[in-house]
């Protein structure tokens, strides 16, 4: 394993934990949406309490993930500004949006109905920003960013729009969605303070739950065609089987700790659950950042920048890391709240 | 719009806008800390209110400048991978310390907006120390890497090729130390005065609330000293533009012709065409006085330079004028509020004082604006001076004309819904206890 191996892992940590908890705010924006019952307003309280504190920092895991991609790996950034230009424009705008509108929301002053369009704002937001965001990583898995950046050839639409505008990359996009809606759930059973409330969220955890193991059936049967290079990884790789194992096993455990109310164990095993996906993906395509054609040793920064990196993250670290559990001990209890 | 104006456009605007949410994010948590160590302190609840009702404020803007600032981060590559894939090994380095500083923001931030009840007042006033700290070093971290591209170091071009990269080396570019300087007094003058002018105007119509009276004193205590000092380092930045960018020095000063004892222009419109700025009043030997401390200096001209190596003069000079002109007032006004503090003269009873500070409410980040206007517009047609020219860094996409309108409009939006949403907050909040008339003596405070 090289330096480049290295950061590049850590780059991918940093994306693991932004679908971990920018994911779950995520998450918590398309049930916001689908808020519903009796309880459809505190629902939605609760949800936006929340996501309060914490999303801004949640949020900055993308910035980190950025910010070392081109640093050390600039030959890929550009590939994919290039490429990938319209999503992620679209991305940003959702971004945008959703982070403007949940402060205008939560922070404007009055709650009358102008105020309210702000939450749908944020709401919509929420879900048209992963399922986007989701594509993207779907076309970096399909393998149709490659030739040095021509993309597919042709014309601007084979070049910006087919790579990513795929059946496969949208079914990316969707299991994103469910992904991050399902631990959402899961996480608000534990953020609930009514036990009816906490009930509500977990049907809905049970539902996403169900429904991921569908995204996730989708993604794999369109994958034959579309994503040929990473489906062969996940099946016959050597760690394959027993990723697959302990994928399942987690996603069981997960919902059978959900069904039995055990909140906590079922909090571990669905994130659990979700960085096994995602290692799975990243595995899988190993020793590609972008295939078919960019490796990771090829697009690296030279090894100065490496090295200094690596030191800067260690650095970093320390301040991040209990910063960090100070704010999620402030405001995320351990327990399930009384 | 041909692809490369409307990138440039885009990035243009999508600074502009960012600039004013990073400029508040920077000053505003040291005024919130102040007002909340001072209810501490004296244990008046009309510091905590305020304390309490900036950080609202703060909080609506916070959340604009962190997606506004991601979109910054994303469009480095849509539309200068060019510019990423040759600079991204060399000054990736303050970007990602910049990254740490975010996160240590965005988490004590939190902490601070959610946190009061929560936890202790010592750490919540350690919290909002914290967001001060990082939120200048973030701002300092990005701007030098905007030093480099003004004065590129830590690296070798052989051949095409980028060799010998140096990220440490870069890091301590000429340019940075002047830059995050200059950059860092121009956050706390711009949302001192801004702030102050916004209580200021309420001050005029009442001169005894004390809310608006205690309001104002902490952000002249964050605003005057550094408007004061503003004109110092900015002549610090000037004269090492004058070794660095002779080309944007002579835009910014509309100098076209190469001269010793060179005269300062004030004011004036260059004509590029006839080589020549007309109408500008002319002070002897100013020019080389400023720029090298040296009444016989030689200024170099834009004749150094290629015609097809020329920024935009026009809007260069403009723009220095701008902001070298409300510096200038600026400071006169940050003058004049600590010679009658000194003399414990009542401030906010000197209605011409209070209107003199009204009046610089958007002064500041007008400066702001027009600063780097000099800075960007000065550095053209160079993304990295000297080496890389923007043309070259520019994505191959085509129809970027329409990312440009649409991020422009959203921005547009966003602008007037967070003016709207602030002046709601500021100017009719029906929740605002009413300290309105309450008269209190400084002496009844301590
Ligand atoms: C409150 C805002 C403010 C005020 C009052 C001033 N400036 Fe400024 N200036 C800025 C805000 C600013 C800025 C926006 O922050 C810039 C843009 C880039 C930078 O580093 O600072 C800047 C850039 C900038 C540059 C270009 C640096 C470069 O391109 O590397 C020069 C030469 C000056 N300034 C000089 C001055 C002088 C002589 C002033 C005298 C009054 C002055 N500034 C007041
Ligand atoms: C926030 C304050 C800033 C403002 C208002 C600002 C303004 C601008 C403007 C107006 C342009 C377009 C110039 C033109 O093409 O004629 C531009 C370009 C650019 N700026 Fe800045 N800038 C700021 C800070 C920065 C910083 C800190 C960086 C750091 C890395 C940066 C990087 C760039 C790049 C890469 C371009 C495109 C290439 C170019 O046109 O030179 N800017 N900026
Ligand atoms: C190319 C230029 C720039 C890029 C790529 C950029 C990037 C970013 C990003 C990604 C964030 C969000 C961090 C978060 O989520 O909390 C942000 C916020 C911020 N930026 Fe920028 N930025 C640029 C220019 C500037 C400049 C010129 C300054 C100031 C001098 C600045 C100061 C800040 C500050 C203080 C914040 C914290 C959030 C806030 O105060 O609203 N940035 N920026």
Same mark, same amino acid.
């Given at each position: 394993?090289?330096?480049?191996?290295?950061?590049?892992?850590?780059?991918?940590?940093?994306?693991?934990?932004?679908?971990?908890?920018?994911?779950?705010?995520?998450?918590?924006?398309?049930?916001?949406?689908?808020?519903?019952?009796?309880?459809?307003?505190?629902?939605?309280?609760?949800?936006?309490?929340?996501?309060?504190?914490?999303?801004?920092?949640?949020?900055?895991?993308?910035?980190?993930?950025?910010?070392?991609?081109?640093?050390?790996?600039?030959?890929?950034?550009?590939?994919?500004?290039?490429?990938?230009?319209?999503?992620?424009?679209?991305?940003?705008?959702?971004?945008?949006?959703?982070?403007?509108?949940?402060?205008?929301?939560?922070?404007?002053?009055?709650?009358?109905?102008?105020?309210?369009?702000?939450?749908?704002?944020?709401?919509?937001?929420?879900?048209?920003?992963?399922?986007?965001?989701?594509?993207?990583?779907?076309?970096?898995?399909?393998?149709?960013?490659?030739?040095?950046?021509?993309?597919?050839?042709?014309?601007?639409?084979?070049?910006?729009?087919?790579?990513?505008?795929?059946?496969?990359?949208?079914?990316?996009?969707?299991?994103?969605?469910?992904?991050?809606?399902?631990?959402?759930?899961?996480?608000?059973?534990?953020?609930?303070?009514?036990?009816?409330?906490?009930?509500?969220?977990?049907?809905?955890?049970?539902? /996403?739950? /169900?429904?991921?193991?569908?995204?996730?059936?989708?993604?794999?049967?369109?994958?034959?065609?579309?994503?040929?290079?990473?489906?062969?990884?996940?099946?016959?790789?050597?760690?394959?089987?027993?990723?697959?194992?302990?994928?399942?096993?987690?996603?069981?455990?997960?919902?059978?700790?959900?069904?039995?109310?055990?909140?906590?164990?079922?909090?571990?095993?669905?994130?659990?659950?979700?960085?096994?996906?995602?290692?799975?993906?990243?595995?899988?395509?190993?020793?590609?950042?972008?295939?078919?054609?960019?490796?990771?040793?090829?697009?690296?920064?030279?090894?100065?920048?490496?090295?200094?990196?690596?030191?800067?993250?260690?650095?970093?670290?320390?301040?991040?890391?209990?910063?960090?559990?100070?704010?999620?001990?402030?405001?995320?209890?351990?327990?399930?709240?009384? | 719009?041909?692809?490369?104006?409307?990138?440039?456009?885009?990035?243009?605007?999508?600074?502009?806008?960012?600039?004013?949410?990073?400029?508040?994010?920077?000053?505003?948590?040291?005024?919130?800390?102040?007002?909340?160590?001072?209810? @501490?302190?004296?244990?008046?609840?009309?510091?905590?209110?305020?304390?309490?009702?900036?950080?609202?404020?703060?909080?609506?803007?916070?959340?604009?400048?962190?997606?506004?600032?991601?979109?910054?981060?994303?469009?480095?590559?849509?539309?200068?991978?060019?510019?990423?894939?040759?600079?991204?090994?060399?000054?990736?380095?303050?970007?990602?310390?910049?990254?740490?500083?975010?996160?240590?923001?965005?988490?004590?931030?939190?902490?601070?907006?959610?946190?009061?009840?929560?936890?202790?007042?010592?750490?919540?006033?350690?919290?909002?120390?914290?967001?001060?700290?990082?939120?200048?070093?973030?701002?300092?971290?990005?701007?030098?890497?905007?030093?480099?591209?003004?004065?590129?170091?830590?690296?070798?071009?052989?051949?095409?090729?980028?060799?010998?990269?140096?990220?440490?080396?870069?890091?301590?570019?000429?340019?940075?130390?002047? @830059?995050?300087?200059?950059?860092?007094?121009?956050?706390?003058?711009?949302?001192?005065?801004?702030?102050?002018?916004?209580?200021?105007?309420?001050?005029?119509?009442?001169?005894?609330?004390?809310?608006?009276?205690?309001?104002?004193?902490?952000?002249?205590?964050?605003?005057?000293?550094?408007?004061?000092?503003?004109?110092?380092?900015?002549?610090?930045?000037?004269?090492?533009?004058?070794?660095?960018?002779?080309?944007?020095?002579?835009?910014?000063?509309?100098?076209?012709?190469?001269?010793?004892?060179?005269?300062?222009?004030?004011?004036?419109?260059?004509?590029?065409?006839?080589?020549?700025?007309?109408?500008?009043?002319?002070?002897?030997?100013?020019?080389?006085?400023?720029?090298?401390?040296?009444?016989?200096?030689?200024?170099?001209?834009?004749?150094?330079?290629?015609?097809?190596?020329?920024?935009?003069?026009?809007?260069?000079?403009?723009?220095?004028?701008?902001?070298?002109?409300?510096?200038?007032?600026?400071?006169?006004?940050?003058?004049?509020?600590?010679?009658?503090?000194?003399?414990?003269?009542?401030?906010?009873?000197?209605?011409?004082?209070?209107?003199?500070?009204?009046?610089?409410?958007?002064?500041?980040?007008?400066?702001?604006?027009?600063?780097?206007?000099?800075?960007?517009?000065?550095?053209?047609?160079?993304?990295?001076?000297?080496?890389?020219?923007?043309?070259?860094?520019?994505?191959?996409?085509?129809?970027?004309?329409?990312?440009?309108?649409?991020?422009?409009?959203?921005?547009?939006?966003?602008?007037?819904?967070?003016?709207?949403?602030?002046?709601?907050?500021?100017?009719?909040?029906?929740?605002?206890?009413?300290?309105?008339?309450?008269?209190?003596?400084?002496?009844?405070?301590?």
């Amino acid at each position: 394993m090289t330096l480049a191996d290295v950061i590049a892992g850590i780059v991918f940590a940093a994306l693991n934990a932004y679908a971990l908890l920018g994911g779950a705010d995520y998450g918590g924006g398309v049930w916001d949406l689908l808020a519903g019952g009796p309880r459809k307003e505190r629902q939605r309280e609760r949800i936006a309490e929340a996501i309060g504190p914490v999303w801004e920092a949640n949020h900055v895991w993308l910035i980190l993930a950025l910010v070392l991609l081109f640093t050390c790996f600039p030959p890929a950034f550009a590939r994919l500004g290039i490429l990938l230009h319209i999503p992620l424009s679209l991305v940003l705008i959702g971004i945008v949006l959703r982070g403007s509108a949940f402060t205008f929301w939560r922070y404007g002053g009055q709650a009358d109905d102008e105020q309210r369009h702000w939450g749908v704002v944020f709401a919509v937001a929420s879900l048209v920003t992963p399922l986007l965001l989701g594509t993207a990583a779907g076309a970096i898995a399909s393998g149709a960013l490659g030739e040095e950046g021509k993309g597919s050839g042709g014309g601007f639409s084979a070049r910006y729009v087919a790579p990513w505008l795929t059946p496969f990359a949208l079914s990316v996009g969707v299991f994103a969605v469910v992904a991050f809606a399902f631990l959402a759930a899961v996480y608000l059973t534990l953020e609930a303070e009514e036990p009816e409330l906490r009930e509500d969220f977990r049907r809905r955890g049970l539902g /996403a739950g /169900a429904a991921l193991f569908g995204a996730a059936l989708l993604v794999l049967l369109l994958s034959r065609g579309g994503a040929p290079r990473v489906r062969e990884g996940l099946i016959f790789a050597p760690w394959a089987a027993p990723l697959h194992v302990c994928t399942a096993a987690a996603a069981l455990t997960a919902l059978a700790a959900l069904w039995r109310r055990r909140y906590r164990v079922a909090r571990m095993a669905a994130a659990l659950q979700v960085s096994l996906i995602l290692w799975g993906w990243g595995l899988s395509q190993y020793p590609y950042l972008l295939p078919p054609d960019l490796t990771i040793a090829a697009a690296a920064a030279p090894a100065v920048t490496l090295r200094l990196v690596l030191g800067t993250l260690a650095l970093g670290g320390v301040v991040l890391l209990p910063s960090l559990y100070y704010l999620f001990r402030v405001f995320k209890s351990i327990e399930p709240r009384a | 719009m041909p692809d490369l104006l409307a990138a440039r456009s885009q990035m243009g605007v999508s600074l502009a806008f960012h600039i004013v949410f990073a400029v508040v994010g920077i000053a505003m948590p040291v005024m919130m800390v102040v007002a909340e160590r001072r209810w @501490q302190v004296t244990g008046h609840a009309i510091y905590l209110d305020l304390a309490k009702r900036w950080a609202k404020g703060t909080a609506i803007l916070f959340a604009v400048g962190a997606v506004s600032g991601t979109v910054l981060s994303f469009e480095l590559g849509l539309l200068w991978p060019g510019f990423m894939r040759f600079a991204g090994a060399i000054i990736g380095m303050p970007f990602s310390l910049e990254g740490f500083a975010f996160f240590t923001e965005a988490i004590f931030l939190g902490i601070y907006l959610y946190g009061w009840g929560r936890i202790p007042p010592q750490a919540h006033l350690v919290a909002g120390a914290l967001v001060a700290v990082s939120g200048a070093l973030s701002g300092v971290f990005v701007v030098i890497a905007n030093a480099w591209m003004n004065a590129p170091t830590g690296f070798h071009v052989v051949n095409g090729r980028v060799v010998d990269i140096d990220p440490l080396a870069a890091l301590a570019n000429p340019a940075a130390l002047s @830059q995050t300087i200059h950059m860092t007094l121009a956050a706390y003058a711009a949302t001192g005065f801004a702030v102050a002018g916004i209580h200021a105007f309420f001050l005029l119509k009442n001169p005894a609330n004390a809310f608006h009276r205690r309001a104002l004193a902490i952000a002249l205590i964050v605003g005057a000293p550094t408007a004061l000092l503003q004109p110092l380092s900015g002549d610090f930045s000037a004269r090492h533009v004058a070794r660095h960018q002779p080309a944007k020095l002579a835009a910014m000063e509309a100098l076209f012709a190469t001269r010793a004892a060179a005269p300062l222009t004030l004011g004036g419109w260059p004509d590029m065409e006839a080589r020549e700025t007309r109408f500008g009043v002319r002070i002897p030997y100013g020019l080389s006085l400023l720029a090298f401390h040296d009444p016989g200096a030689v200024v170099e001209g834009l004749d150094m330079v290629s015609r097809d190596e020329w920024p935009n003069v026009a809007a260069v000079h403009l723009s220095f004028q701008v902001m070298v002109g409300l510096g200038a007032y600026l400071a006169l006004v940050a003058l004049w509020a600590g010679w009658l503090a000194w003399r414990r003269s009542d401030l906010a009873h000197n209605r011409w004082l209070m209107r003199a500070v009204a009046l610089a409410t958007p002064m500041g980040f007008i400066a702001v604006e027009a600063g780097w206007m000099v800075t960007e517009l000065g550095r053209q047609p160079w993304v990295i001076q000297g080496v890389l020219k923007t043309a070259d860094a520019v994505t191959p996409m085509p129809g970027l004309v329409v990312p440009f309108l649409v991020f422009t409009l959203l921005y547009c939006f966003l602008g007037v819904t967070v003016a709207w949403l602030l002046y709601r907050q500021i100017v009719r909040s029906p929740a605002a206890p009413e300290w309105r008339g309450f008269y209190m003596p400084d002496e009844q405070a301590r």
